[in-house]
């Protein structure tokens, strides 16, 4: 079945970087569309990035553009996320996951098949 596991998360001071990682396991290593989603106490979950792995499509959500970068690396199965200056609302369980579609067409709004266990990323 269908594996995810982050890691990279930390504490870092305002204006710092973190670069997540999510390692996938999966039949199929580019024909699917991966994300990363974030989640802070008393808050809704929230979309941050996504991919489609076929041809490196990227979407942000508004709140991180021209900060954060998600990126994939097929050779290692693995989907980044890039967070450069970061601001301490950008604190949250940071989430990968992935849903077994050709490209990311729906935006985060759109169900996803398998959820990682989540990364704590805290910005003091």
């Known amino acids: 079945d269908v594996q995810l596991v982050e890691s990279g998360g930390g504490l870092v001071q305002a204006g710092g970087s973190l670069n997540l990682s999510c390692a996938a396991t999966v039949n199929s290593n580019n024909l699917n569309c991966m994300g990363w989603f974030r989640q802070a106490p008393g808050k809704e979950r929230e979309g941050v990035a996504s991919?489609?792995?076929?041809?490196?499509?990227?979407a942000y959500a508004d709140s991180v553009k021209g900060r954060f970068t998600i990126s994939h690396d097929n050779a290692k199965n693995t989907v980044l996320l890039q967070m450069d200056s970061l601001k301490p609302e950008d604190t949250a369980v940071y989430y990968c996951?992935?849903?077994?579609?050709?490209?990311?067409?729906?935006?985060?709004?759109?169900?996803?098949?398998?959820w990682g266990q989540g990364t704590q990323v805290t910005v003091s």
């Open positions: 996951a992935i849903r077994l579609d050709i490209y990311c067409i729906g935006g985060f709004d759109t169900d996803y098949l398998t």
């Open positions: 991919i489609t792995r076929i041809h490196g499509g990227t």
